[in-house]
Structure formats: structure tokens, C-alpha cells
């Protein structure tokens, strides 16, 4: 048997201002699998990003990314989210790399950005301190990086 009404509502009328609070209105999701390198020692766009409208100026975006990060070499690298211009989270300092490691670097942030107007997020990379010859570049090895956004009711 399907399901047919919801609080007394049929499904087709269901709206996103009759869902309570925590409900998960949309999701998108933003992907990038292009090797890109990042020589910059200021926060620099990584080409992933990934745009949302929010349905209500009280809901909440929970922001999720995977960041397939990598340095051919030495040194330190630093990752930002952030909402038009707006940083969220940052990992500032807290990617060490020696011998050419690889690693998926996961960001999360519950963010309230008031709006109900289109709203990108991005991921920026930077670094801090190379070797001699390092390179640090987001998706070094297939599968790529993603961001996803979950709009909550508030």
C-alpha cells in the first residue's frame, strides 16, 4: 500500500514549510576531477565548488566535502569552505605531507547562511611552507573530490 496523505496532507502537497524542523529539503552535490595544481600562499579557488537556494532564510546548509589532497614532496597545506566570500572551515596548518603522500581530507561545517538566494560554496587550498620542488595540487590520483550541500529546515 502507498503512502498517500501526510498529516493530513496529500503527498503533492506536501511543501518544504509543512516539513518540521530538521528535515532534509534538497541536496546537491558539486564535483571536480581535474589534477590542479595550487602553488599559492594565499587561499586560492580549487575549482570544486557547487551552488544551492535555499527554500527558507531559517534553514540551515550542512556542508560536506572530500578533498582528495596531495603534494609532490614537502610541506604544509591548508584548506578553506567557504560561502560566496565568506569563510566557514578552514584547516589551516593541518595538512602535513612528506614523500609524496595522498590523502582525502574531509571538511564539515552546519552553516546558516539566511538567505533564500542562490549561494555557492567553495574549496580553497593553499600552502604554507614547501621543499625545494613541491608542488601541492587537489586530485592527484582518479576518483576526484566532492562537496556536498544538505538543505535543513530550521
Known amino acids: 500500500m502507498?503512502?498517500?496523505?501526510?498529516?493530513?496532507?496529500?503527498l503533492s502537497a506536501v511543501t518544504a514549510a509543512g516539513l518540521p524542523a530538521g528535515s532534509v529539503l534538497q541536496v546537491v552535490e558539486g564535483a571536480y576531477n581535474t589534477?590542479?595544481?595550487i602553488p599559492s600562499t594565499s587561499y586560492t579557488d580549487s575549482g570544486l565548488s557547487v551552488s544551492i537556494t535555499p527554500t527558507s532564510t531559517s534553514s540551515k546548509i550542512l556542508v560536506i566535502t572530500n578533498v582528495h589532497a596531495y603534494i609532490n614532496g614537502t610541506g604544509l597545506i591548508g584548506l578553506n569552505v567557504v560561502r560566496g566570500s565568506t569563510q566557514i572551515v578552514?584547516?589551516?596548518?593541518?595538512?602535513?605531507?612528506?614523500?609524496?603522500?595522498?590523502?582525502?581530507?574531509?571538511?564539515t561545517k552546519?552553516?546558516?547562511p539566511s538567505?533564500?538566494?542562490?549561494?555557492?560554496?567553495?574549496?580553497?587550498?593553499?600552502?604554507?611552507?614547501?621543499?625545494?620542488?613541491?608542488?601541492?595540487?587537489?586530485?592527484?590520483?582518479?576518483?576526484g573530490s566532492r562537496i556536498t550541500l544538505m538543505e535543513i529546515a530550521g
Do not use: C, F, W
Open 90 to 107: 578552514e584547516a589551516s596548518k593541518a595538512l602535513g605531507y612528506q614523500d609524496n603522500t595522498s590523502l582525502m581530507v574531509a571538511l
Open 2 to 10: 502507498a503512502l498517500t496523505k501526510l498529516n493530513n496532507q496529500s
Open 115 to 143: 538567505t533564500t538566494s542562490a549561494t555557492t560554496y567553495k574549496v580553497q587550498m593553499k600552502h604554507y611552507a614547501l621543499g625545494a620542488g613541491s608542488t601541492p595540487r587537489i586530485n592527484q590520483q582518479d576518483g
Open 35 to 37: 589534477q590542479t595544481d
Open 110 to 112: 552546519l552553516d546558516e
